[in-house]
C-alpha cells in the first residue's frame, strides 16, 4: 500500500507560481512512476505531468508544456509539480498518483489540492 498526501495548492494571480507537493509513504513508494492529474468542475480527470522511478524521464499534457516541470527526490520520497505562467484555465483539483506499470492504469490516487488561478 503507498499513502500519497498531496499540499502546495491555493489561491494565485494568472501569471503566477505554484509549487506541490506530495509526499509518498508506504511500501516502496520510489519504485513507482508518480504523476499529476487533475479534475476542474464539469470535466473529466486529464494528465498532468508524469516522471518515472528514477526522474530520468518525464512526460507532460500539451497544455502545460513549457509551464509546469515535474520532478522527484526519492531519499524524501516527494514529488514535485512546479507551476509557472498560471492561467485561470488551470483551475482544478490537483491529485498526485503513483504507477507500477503506466500512467493509464493509477495504482493510488493522493485526495487531491485545490488550485484556483483567478484572472
Known amino acids: 500500500q503507498v499513502q500519497l498526501v498531496e499540499s502546495g495548492g491555493g489561491l494565485v494571480q494568472a501569471g503566477g507560481s505554484l509549487r506541490l507537493s506530495c509526499a509518498a509513504s508506504?511500501?516502496?513508494?520510489?519504485?513507482?512512476?508518480m504523476g499529476w492529474f487533475r479534475q476542474a468542475p464539469g470535466k473529466e480527470r486529464e494528465f498532468v505531468a508524469g516522471?518515472?522511478?528514477?526522474?530520468?524521464?518525464?512526460y507532460y499534457g500539451d497544455s502545460v508544456k513549457g509551464r509546469f516541470t515535474i520532478s522527484r527526490h526519492n531519499a524524501k520520497n516527494t514529488v514535485y509539480l512546479q507551476m509557472n505562467s498560471l492561467k485561470p484555465e488551470d483551475t482544478a483539483v490537483y491529485f498526485c498518483?503513483?504507477?507500477?506499470?503506466?500512467?493509464?492504469?493509477?495504482?493510488?490516487w493522493g485526495q487531491g489540492t485545490q488550485v484556483t488561478v483567478s484572472a
Open positions: 516522471i518515472n522511478w528514477s526522474g530520468g524521464s518525464t
Open positions: 498518483a503513483a504507477a507500477r506499470f503506466s500512467f493509464n492504469n493509477i495504482d493510488y
Open positions: 508506504g511500501r516502496t513508494s520510489s519504485n513507482y512512476a
